[in-house]
Every structure is written in structure tokens, then in C-alpha cells.
């Protein structure tokens, strides 16, 4: 990549004092290891739409479909102030050619889900979403979001940084001159990815790229969208090992009988979650350099994300 990937994030999780109290919520995960891959762009709703620190704490108050933003003691709603910021807001952020963003959870502003919503008689309900946060998500549908504490799920955390990485390559692709051999590359790049994800828009995308009564233009616009709802797919082990299997069948003609057996071996020791999916991985990476499957080695399946975060040691 030519550039270093760019990625919204709250404020107070990278140590800055910007919360209500005074206080942060610094993320080691994020600053230090996420940190090295990354650019930040902060944004602390609060504070930027003039906001003090310290100030009054708030919560959200109503409805989850249409909830207020209110001060607890004083009252005061600040409502309109935030969505008419938010506005203004999401608009600048299309300028930074973002790859994504990691909210803080449970904020009244910031919180992607489950914010506490207080009802007419007092008792929250965990079904909301932060004000500035749901209109981040609702201008920028297909990047991936996530917030700090679903960070700490392994699955989840893969998950969106595989995502941040695609986005990224996407972005690139992009920004440059709309040709049908770039966009080919990308795509092919990308098959096993893809299909680990939704073997549906696999097929779909697949379509797209070969069909000869579209335009260049018109596969340049469609494709992103295809991606980015495939992308919002998880994996599975099943879906995992249908991809591993069909890797498999690349070098099956040059394998002995010893290395399919193994490679056997180790896909059901996957499939039965007697070990992560770093494993089968690092053995199809060793077969791929061992038998030169070009193919394969351009494949970001086998290579999603930088290997020092460790992300396939634990899904």
C-alpha cells in the first residue's frame, strides 16, 4: 500500500482528556498495536460541537427511534445542537478518505449500539444509538465501524481489521484511472476473501466483472457496494474450510500422499476448533511457496492483515 490507512476514532480512546469528567478512555490496543498500521483522525462529538470539559453529564432520553440528548441534572437538551454538528461533520470526513471508525461504547454521542435509552418512567433501555454515531453510520453505510469494547472480541476485532485493509486497497483503486485490467486485479486478488465471507456475492461479483454488456464506468460503480455488503458477512468455520478445501485443490495434482493426509488432518482439527485458523493457514502459505502457486500466493486470503497482530491466533 502507498499510504497508511486512515481510521475515525473517538477522541478519549486515545488518551486525550475530552470526556465529560475530565477524564479518557485510553485503548492500548488501539494507540499502541492498531497504531503502528494506522492514521487517526479523532472526533469527540462534545467537545467539537462547544462543549467544555469538564461539562454536565448527558444521556439519551425517549425512544430508541428517536431519542434526545439531554443533560441529567439541568435538563438542557442538546438535541438539535449535536445532529446540526453531526451534519457538518460527517460531511468534512468525506474529505479524509476514511477506511472506517471505532466508536466509544455507550456514549449518548459516540455509541454505535445498545446506548442506554432512558424511557418516561426512568428505566433505560440498551437498544439505542449515539447521535453522532448513527448518523456516521447512516452517511457512510458500507465502512466498517466498530466500537471499543466489542474490540475485545477476537472474531469481531479479525473481523473489522480485515475489513479497515480492504477498504484501504479499495480506496487505492479508486482514486486512480478507471481500468478494467485494475479492477480485474483487485477482484482477483480478492476471490478467496470474498468468498470466505458470502460465497453468494463471490458469484455475484464474479458476474459483474466478466459482463460484457457493462460499461468500465458502470462495473467501477457497482463494485464497491457489492464488496462492502459482502464484506459485512462474518466468516465461519465452515465457510473457512469450504475455502480451504478449494485451495487445497490447487496443488492437489503435485501433493504426496503424506502432505494431503496432513493437510486433512489439520482441517478437521480446525473444523473441530482444536486449533485456531492460523494453523491451516500457515500450512496452505507453505505448500503455496513449496509448489509456486502464483495464483495463490497473490490471494490476500492467505495474507489479509499484517501477521504481528496476530489476529488468526485466536478465531
Not at 435509552?117 to 458500507?142: C, D, N
Not at 479508486?174 to 453468494?200: C, N, Q, W, Y
Not at 462495473?219 to 474450510?241: C, H, Q, S, W
Request: positive net charge; contains cysteine; aromatic residues 8%.
Amino acid at each position: 500500500m502507498t499510504a497508511t490507512i486512515k481510521l475515525g476514532v473517538s477522541q478519549c480512546l486515545l488518551g486525550d482528556k475530552v470526556r465529560y469528567d475530565g477524564g479518557h478512555k485510553l485503548d492500548r490496543f488501539i494507540t499502541n498495536t492498531l497504531g503502528q498500521y494506522v492514521t487517526f483522525v479523532p472526533v469527540c462529538p462534545e467537545v467539537e460541537c462547544g462543549l467544555g470539559v469538564p461539562r454536565e453529564a448527558m444521556r439519551l432520553e425517549g425512544t430508541p427511534e428517536t431519542p434526545r440528548l439531554v443533560t441529567r441534572k439541568s435538563r438542557i437538551d442538546h438535541t438539535q445542537r449535536m445532529r446540526d454538528w453531526a451534519e457538518k461533520r460527517v460531511r468534512e470526513l468525506e474529505k479524509e478518505g476514511l477506511c472506517g471508525f471505532i466508536f466509544k461504547s455507550g456514549s449518548p454521542s459516540s455509541g454505535m449500539e445498545r446506548v442506554k435509552v432512558y424511557g418516561e418512567k426512568g428505566m433505560p433501555l440498551k437498544k439505542g444509538v449515539g447521535i453522532f454515531a448513527a448518523r456516521f453510520m447512516s452517511h457512510f453505510p458500507l465502512l466498517p465501524v466498530e466500537d471499543d469494547g466489542r474490540l475485545n472480541d477476537p472474531k469481531l476485532r479479525e473481523h473489522f481489521i480485515e475489513l479497515i485493509f480492504v477498504f484501504k486497497r479499495l480506496r487505492e483503486v479508486l482514486a486512480g484511472e478507471r481500468k478494467m485490467g485494475v479492477l480485474v486485479d483487485f477482484h482477483t486478488r480478492h476471490k478467496l476473501l470474498i468468498m470466505a465471507h458470502s460465497p453468494d456475492h463471490y458469484r455475484h461479483m464474479g458476474k459483474l466483472v466478466a459482463d460484457g454488456s457493462l460499461t468500465v464506468s458502470e462495473k467501477y460503480d457497482r463494485y464497491p457496494t457489492l464488496i462492502g455488503e459482502a464484506m459485512k458477512f462474518k466468516t465461519t468455520i465452515k465457510k473457512n474450510v469450504n475455502v480451504l478445501q478449494h485451495i487445497m485443490g490447487y496443488f492437489k495434482k503435485h501433493i504426496s500422499p503424506d502432505e494431503k493426509q496432513e493437510i486433512l488432518e489439520i482441517l478437521e482439527l480446525y473444523r473441530d476448533g482444536h486449533v485456531p485458523l492460523i494453523v491451516p493457514v500457515t500450512l496452505m502459505n507453505h505448500y503455496v511457496r513449496k509448489y509456486d502457486q502464483p495464483y495463490l500466493k497473490a490471494q490476500y486470503y492467505l495474507n489479509p492483515h499484517p501477521l504481528e497482530l496476530h489476529l488468526r491466533n485466536h478465531v
